[in-house]
Every structure is written in C-alpha cells, then in structure tokens.
C-alpha cells in the first residue's frame, strides 16, 4: 500500500491527500510532527528519506518521490479515476499555471522554515512576521484570482466541469490563508471554489482538521 509522510496542518500534504481522494487510493499515513522536539522533518532518519526535510513524501513500495507537484502528477499517471491533469493542452497547461503560482511562488514565502527564520535568526517582531505573510498571500492572491476571472467559466470548479489538481492546490491555500486570519473579500472566485469542493468527500475527509494526527 502507498505511504504517504504527512502533517496534518501541512499546505502541501493536504494537496495530495486530496489528490489520492479524488483518485480513491488507499494509503497509510504516516504522521511527521514538524514542530514537537524541533520538528522530525529534520530527524536523520527522516532526513534519509527525504533531504529536503519537508512533506509530504510519497513511498511507493519503496520508491520515494517529494514535491506535492510531482506526487500528484505521478498519483494521476499511476492510477485509473478521474484525471486531476486535464488531457487538453490548453486546459492542462491553465491547471499545471495555476498550481504552480500557488506552489512555487506564494507557499514557499511562507512556509514553517521561512517563518522560523524570521522569527529566529533576523529576530523580527511577530507584527513583521504577520506583515510579511500577508504581504505575500494578498500579492499570489490578487493574481490568482485575476488568472481564474481572466478564464471565463460557469464551472464551480477552476477549470472545467470535474476537480483538478488546481482545486486541490487552492482548497489547500485557502485554508492556509484563513488559518492566518487573512481577509477573503478581495477573492471571491477562490472562496466559491474552496465552499464548493468542501462538500465533496475527496476534500472533506482530507481536511486537516479530520486528519488522525490533528491535535
Ligand atoms: N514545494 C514543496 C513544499 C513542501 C513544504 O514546504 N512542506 C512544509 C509543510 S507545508 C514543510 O514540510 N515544512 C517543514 C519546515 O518548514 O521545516 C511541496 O510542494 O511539496
């Protein structure tokens, strides 16, 4: 069975439990507390696994891939169900666009180690930390919803009438952003789409909040 190295409040983690949902995968959990005793992301034998010392990391009977991206790509490639890549180009392209603003150039400014280096090393004040997040969410943010407008669609979902790795990539994002109390006003096509995948079960039961490790 797949294995997948998770934290429950993990962005990217809740991507590719959603992704693995969506494609009815079974798989084990397995937990990775990234803050309790300085956080076994950063243990050796984690670190074994994956040198980034992030998650999620999937192990396919030993085979171990990182990188939400790459993971639910591979997850789509491997597995029958509903395609999270769309087949037309064009539409393909617009969902991989998307993820990768979202997982390239918003979550990775305000990742746990980004923040923790704030905090930390440069010794700004928790206002400036604050400051920063929401600088860089509100920036993504803006152009992401931009981009979605810019894509005209009666869909309830990102592109296209069935779920994609960009619904799976924005559900993750927004719960982020409300977990930091960012204001959605601005977003309401992000909102509608996050309300509407919430009801789905590919998406529920991915929460974090459902998660076994959620404290
Ligand atoms: N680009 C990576 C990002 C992975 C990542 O940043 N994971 C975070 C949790 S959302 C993490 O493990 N952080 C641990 C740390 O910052 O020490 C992906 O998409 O998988």
Request: hydrophobic share 40%; charged share 20%; with cysteine.
């Amino acid at each position: 069975m797949l294995k997948l190295y998770s934290y429950w409040r993990s962005t990217a983690a809740y991507r590719v439990r959603i992704a693995l949902n969506l494609k009815r995968v079974a798989y084990q959990m397995i937990p990775v507390h990234l803050v309790k005793d300085g956080g076994e992301q950063h243990k050796p034998a984690y670190r074994q696994k994956n040198p980034q010392g992030l998650v999620p990391l999937l192990d396919d009977n030993g085979q171990l891939i990182s990188q939400s991206m790459a993971i639910c790509e591979y997850l789509d490639e491997t597995h029958a169900g509903p395609e999270l890549l769309p087949t037309e180009p064009f539409l393909k392209a617009q969902v991989r666009s998307l993820c990768q603003a979202i997982a390239c150039d918003i979550h990775p400014l305000n990742n746990l180690r980004v923040l923790q280096y704030l905090k930390g090393e440069l010794e700004v004040s928790d206002n400036a930390k604050n400051d920063w997040y929401q600088h860089w969410i509100q920036q993504g943010f803006r152009a992401v919803e931009k981009q979605l407008a810019n894509f005209a669609t009666e869909s309830s979902f990102a592109f296209g009438n069935e779920p994609t790795l960009a619904d799976a990539f924005i559900v993750a994002q927004v719960y982020n952003a409300r977990r930091f109390n960012i204001s959605l006003d601005e977003y309401p096509r992000l909102v509608a789409i996050e309300q509407h995948c919430l009801t789905l079960d590919a998406f529920k039961d991915a929460q974090p909040e459902s998660q076994p490790d959620a404290v």
